[in-house]
Every structure is written in C-alpha cells, then in structure tokens.
C-alpha cells in the first residue's frame, strides 16, 4: 500500500512538471501570427541611408494585449516601465528581420510622434553633448526637462506615408503622448517601455477600426544595437495638423512631398 502511495506521488509530480514545461514553452511562444500580407509586400527603396530617424510612439501603437499583435507584458517591458527606461522590448529583440503590422491610432489620438525642435537644455543632461542622444539614454530619470516641448508633431496619414523606406529609432511610452495644438507642443513626460528600431514598409489604410482610425503600418523590425549607432535625424518637413480633428487625414494619399530630414542636435 505504501509502495501504490509512493507511486502515485510520484506519477503525480512528473505530470506537474509535464505541464508546466508545457505551460513554459507556451509562454515562450510569439503570440504574433504571420500575416500573408506581409510577405507579398516588396521592400521600399531605403530613405535616409546610413541614418535613423527620431520619433516618439505611445500605447496606440505598442501595447499590450491588444490588436493587432496582443503582446504580452513581458513582450514591450510593460511589467518594467518607468521614467528614463530604455531597454529595447524584449518581442523585438528576439525577432529582428521580422515583418509585422503596427497600429498608429485615430485622429486626436495619435501614436507615432516626430519631434522637430530639440531644446538646447538637454544638451547640459549628459552624458553626451548631443540633446537628443541624452534623450535616449534615459535624461537621467527626470522629467524636469520633458514638459511643453515644441513642435511634437503628430503623425496621421500623409505623415506615415511620407516615412515609407525610413528606419526609425523610437522611445515607446507605457501610456498616451499629450498633445496641445495653439502653439504646437508635446509633453514626453511619463513612463517608458523602451526603445524600439523598425523600418517602415508600407502604409495602409484600416478597414477594420472606427471612422477615425489612422493607416496601420508595415514595418520590418531591425536591431537596436546596429541602428541606436547611426546618425540621428529629424522629419522636418512632418505634416502639421490644424487642430486634434483636422484634417481628417486617415488615407494614405497616393501621392506626397519627399521626407526632409535634418541633423538631430
């Protein structure tokens, strides 16, 4: 009888770990499925060779536990996140050369940002001369510097179209970008997930979100440690919208003026 107990146990225990390898190795899997879509997109001549463009992306855009992609927290460091956090999400790190959709918001909402006016006051942050790249190493966790920055454009439909063949290097925040409109300004204060390096395929109008939903886009995942190296630029000529209603710039038009970039101080 105790001989039937021991072996009971013992059955029992090794179907514990069975399951929870099992329940492991599930947890390690991409929830990201492959989209045919993406496959059949050829790639856009390259934009800005040799460099990088400096832009800002919120929680529209990555997310966790939504569409299109439904990462998990651990995926975009979101059970991480705090002030001056710049890791790389742990999702693209592991898949770098990989194809997949982003989201990019609703009119008012937006989730892709270009920056335009770097402020003179972050060159003094350190550890670099260079105001954007103290931006990137985290302004040593403040936030004193990141209120009612200029010119945080926020980017709709032609903006997106515009950056087709660019490799971007972005800050993602753990929640939304706050806008005013009259002067155009940005607050970039608030917790960060951490940098992300993509570049852009292709953008597509949605036809699966509201009336005001912004293209989704096609990106191609690339590695922080080669792209965080190149230099940095800014989209200058970024479309500037009237109002957080205006335009209603949701379809990517077929044609547009060419990127302007410039040197990002």
Do not use: H
Request: hydrophobic share 35%.
């Amino acid at each position: 009888m105790q001989l039937q107990k021991k072996y009971g146990l013992s059955l029992l225990l090794i179907a514990s770990l069975v399951t929870l390898s099992f329940a492991t190795s599930c947890e390690k899997e991409d929830r990201v499925k492959d989209d045919k879509e993406l496959e059949n997109i050829d790639d856009p001549d390259p934009i800005l060779r040799g460099g990088a463009l400096f832009l800002v992306i919120d929680e529209e855009s990555i997310d966790d536990d939504e569409r299109p992609n439904n990462f998990r927290d651990s995926d975009i460091n979101d059970d991480l996140a705090e002030v001056g956090f710049r890791e790389p999400l742990p999702y693209f790190v592991r898949n770098v050369g990989k194809r997949i959709w982003l989201y990019t918001g609703q009119v008012g909402d937006e989730g892709w940002f270009a920056p335009k006016t770097i402020p003179s006051s972050w060159e003094n942050v350190g550890p670099t001369g260079n105001g954007t790249r103290n931006f990137f190493a985290g302004m040593n966790g403040s936030e004193d510097l990141l209120d009612e920055i200029p010119n945080v454009t926020p980017l709709r439909a032609t903006g997106l179209a515009m950056l087709k063949g660019v490799t971007i290097y972005a800050v993602v925040y753990d929640s939304d970008i706050s806008i005013n409109y009259d002067p155009l300004e940005g607050s970039l204060k608030g917790s960060t997930l951490g940098v992300v390096a993509l570049t852009v395929l292709d953008v597509v109008k949605r036809t699966d979100g509201s009336s005001s939903s912004l293209p989704k886009v096609a990106v191609r995942i690339e590695s922080v440690n080669e792209v965080s190296n190149l230099p940095l630029s800014l989209f200058s000529n970024a479309p500037v919208p009237r109002s957080s209603s205006e335009p209603k710039d949701i379809t990517p038009p077929a044609n547009y003026d060419s990127p302007v970039f410039t040197d990002a101080p």
